[in-house]
């Protein structure tokens, strides 16, 4: 589910930059999913932009109780309450031209600001168990800038990080099954003094 959410992502990004004429894109990709730097430590995206999974977060705050559903067959199903997700996404542009690079960061930016929800309405490349992504710019301070480029290994580049909410893991795995409740009995218990 990762690499669909993902690969629309970066599909929908390589249209969009295709499409804008001061670019000049034919038919190449200039926009591939990948690692920032290579097992050698060598930078693994040269003359285009990249787009990397930095990280995973469990959107606790929505997280869902419900652990049933009902069957037509007259019984209750419990499930494993499904998991909310949020991925933050590294897009970094190395060119050898500086300039270049903030062209297609700002291309980038542009993109995400005239789209920010991916659902199956203006996606329809969207994986059906994924109901939508939303993208929010995610704005790091120069501590964090720093920390994050330590971490994959590289010099920093022109980049920017957004955080693409709530993509929903709901494994149908049934853990048990159990009749409808249809009636309920009660006691009355006397009170003496």
Known sequence: MLDTALETLRAEIQDYLKNTSSLGINNETVISLC?????????NIKESLGLTLINIEEEKTLKSQ?????????SVLNF?????????????????????????????????????VFDHTNTPSLDPSIEKLIAE?????????????????????PSLLYKIRMLVV????????APFVTKIITEEKSLTN
């Open 35 to 43: 690692n920032v730097m290579t097992q050698g430590n060598e930078i």
């Open 66 to 74: 419900v652990t049933y559903r009902k069957n037509t067959e007259g």
């Open 80 to 116: 494993n309450p499904e998991i909310k997700l949020n991925l933050y996404i590294l897009i970094a542009a190395n060119f050898d031209n500086y300039e270049t690079a903030l062209k297609y960061i700002s291309c980038v930016l542009n993109f995400f600001q005239g789209k920010a």
């Open 137 to 157: 710019l995610y704005t790091m301070t120069f501590e964090q800038q720093n920390y994050l480029w330590a971490s994959v290994g590289a010099k920093m580049i």
């Open 170 to 177: 709901q494994e149908s795995v049934v853990t048990s099954v």
